[in-house]
């Protein structure tokens, strides 16, 4: 899965920095994942609608509650 409208976080070249990035920012709802493309940043909801099918890249959706994010793809 991968959508459009992300920001790449170029200092986030891990899944946990990825991950992280998203937890300390409050405009993040997601971030999309790869090695190769390492992470990226969503600070809107529309990209739910524009996921697209993509095996190099996991999307992470943060929580309601802001505390968690949790993989929407595998």
Same mark, same amino acid.
């Given at each position: +899965?991968? #959508? !459009?409208?992300? /920001?790449? @976080?170029?200092? #986030? *070249?891990?899944? %946990?920095?990825? =991950?992280?990035?998203?937890? /300390? !920012? %409050?405009?993040?709802?997601?971030? %999309? &994942?790869?090695?190769?493309? $390492?992470?990226? +940043?969503? $600070?809107? /909801?529309? &990209?739910? #609608? /524009?996921l697209k099918a993509n095996d190099e *890249?996991?999307? &992470? ?5 802001? +505390?968690? =994010?949790?993989? @929407?793809?595998?």
């Amino acid at each position: +899965m991968g #959508a !459009d409208g992300a /920001t790449k @976080i170029a200092t #986030a *070249v891990t899944l %946990e920095a990825c =991950l992280s990035a998203c937890r /300390t !920012d %409050e405009a993040c709802v997601a971030v %999309e &994942y790869s090695e190769r493309e $390492k992470c990226w +940043m969503h $600070k809107t /909801t529309t &990209y739910a #609608a /524009t996921l697209k099918a993509n095996d190099e *890249v996991t999307v &992470y959706h943060q929580e309601e509650c802001g +505390m968690s =994010l949790k993989q @929407i793809n595998s």
